[in-house]
């Protein structure tokens, strides 16, 4: 899916062609709206579930391992977009789509980083368990992005989800409505500050950031 630069430029959203809304955010509209709606970090405890999955990402900075982000999944709340999450962070899926080796191809500090497109690693791939791409849950269009740390559905528009996700660095109201939250990092602030300081106003990160094993954690890992 290719993105007009002239249509980056051109606002926020413009709905006959948001590829990936997340990529077409212009950054001084963001602050804007950001002070519109304020800057809580409300918490989502509520969203959360102790019978929800939870998987992780061990993370490379150029080759280097810094950490694993654990996160949990909101199937209490979407399950179908938890599913194909887990499945694909398990890698045991039918088709053998993985995170594992894919890459975070967009990090803007003070906004969110991207990833999951293990298919043509710039952001114009990937696919769900599902089929190239599967319908918005409704639930998950009324779960907030209201704090740092969540997880939530990158698409097309409407109806697009695939494999691509992105993480919160705060809260990004504007974006409620328009995709999909379903899960939370419970674990990997660290790592979380990290990418966000190698991201920049472009969107092109400053080093390489891999994502060298993903995975589910059982039960008695997750507790």
């Excluded at 006959?16 to 001084?28: P, T």
């Excluded at 967009?106 to 599902?130: C, E, K, L, V, W």
């Excluded at 698409?155 to 379903?182: E, K, R």
Aim: glycine share 10%; net charge neutral.
């Amino acid at each position: 899916m290719f993105v007009n630069p002239l249509m980056r430029r051109a606002g926020f959203v413009h709905q006959a062609a948001r590829v990936n809304q997340i990529n077409l955010v212009n950054l001084n509209q963001r602050f804007i709206m950001k002070n519109m709606f304020g800057g809580s970090q409300a918490p989502a405890g509520s969203y959360s579930d102790p019978s929800n999955p939870k998987v992780y990402f061990e993370i490379s900075q150029n080759t280097k391992p810094i950490g694993r982000m654990v996160f949990e999944l909101y199937a209490n709340h979407v399950p179908k977009t938890a599913e194909n999450f887990r499945s694909i962070c398990a890698g045991d899926n039918k088709q053998g789509f993985t995170y594992s080796k894919s890459h975070f191809h967009r990090i803007i500090n003070g906004f969110m980083a991207q990833g999951g497109d293990f298919t043509n690693h710039n952001g114009t791939g990937g696919a769900s368990i599902y089929g190239r791409t599967f319908p918005d849950e409704p639930a998950g269009l009324k779960l907030m992005h209201k704090q740092r740390g969540l997880l939530s559905m990158a698409n097309a528009g409407p109806n697009t989800n695939g494999s691509q996700f992105f993480i919160t660095f705060c809260d990004t109201p504007w974006l409620n409505g328009n995709h999909a939250v379903f899960g939370e990092m419970v674990e990997g602030e660290e790592v979380l500050q990290i990418l966000e300081h190698n991201g920049s106003q472009s969107g092109t990160p400053k080093a390489k950031f891999v994502i060298e094993k993903s995975g589910e954690l059982k039960e008695e890992e997750a507790a």
